[in-house]
Nanobody
Framework: QVQLVESGGGLVQAGGSLRLSCALS??????MGWDRQAPGKQRELVARISGHSRWTTYADSVKGRFTISRDSAKNTVYLQMNSLEPEDTAVYYC?????????????WGQGTQVTVSS
């Protein structure tokens, strides 16, 4: 069973930083990433990173402020969030694309709250 363990959310003032992490054990992971959902808004892609960190992609709203990375040996993905803005307030969900032999499947974690105060 795929079980994602997220950590690192919390309350921070505008301009501050937070680091999210998400780990998954026991599976071969392809793409990893983060999505977020703010109150009253649709869930949106924040960042993705490929296997072996060959490429990354970011939402325009976070480019230059957020950095995604992964430790493939630990099956862990990180999101370093700097220069946080109140608009970044949301529940952040870890995302993985898992190789389950027959096909690849998408999974999301339960989410971690990030609140940025002005």
């Amino acid at each position: 069973q795929v079980q994602l363990v997220e950590s690192g959310g919390g309350l921070v003032q505008a301009g501050g930083s937070l680091r999210l992490s998400c780990a998954l054990s026991g599976f071969s992971i392809n793409i990893m990433g983060w999505d977020r959902q703010a109150p009253g808004k649709q869930r949106e892609l924040v960042a993705r990173i490929s296997g072996h960190s060959r490429w990354t992609t970011y939402a325009d709203s976070v480019k230059g402020r957020f950095t995604i990375s992964r430790d493939s040996a630990k099956n862990t993905v990180y999101l370093q969030m700097n220069s946080l803005e109140p608009e970044d307030t949301a529940v952040y969900y870890c995302y993985v694309n898992v190789d389950q032999g027959v096909d690849y499947y998408d999974y999301w974690g339960q989410g971690t709250q990030v609140t940025v105060s002005s």
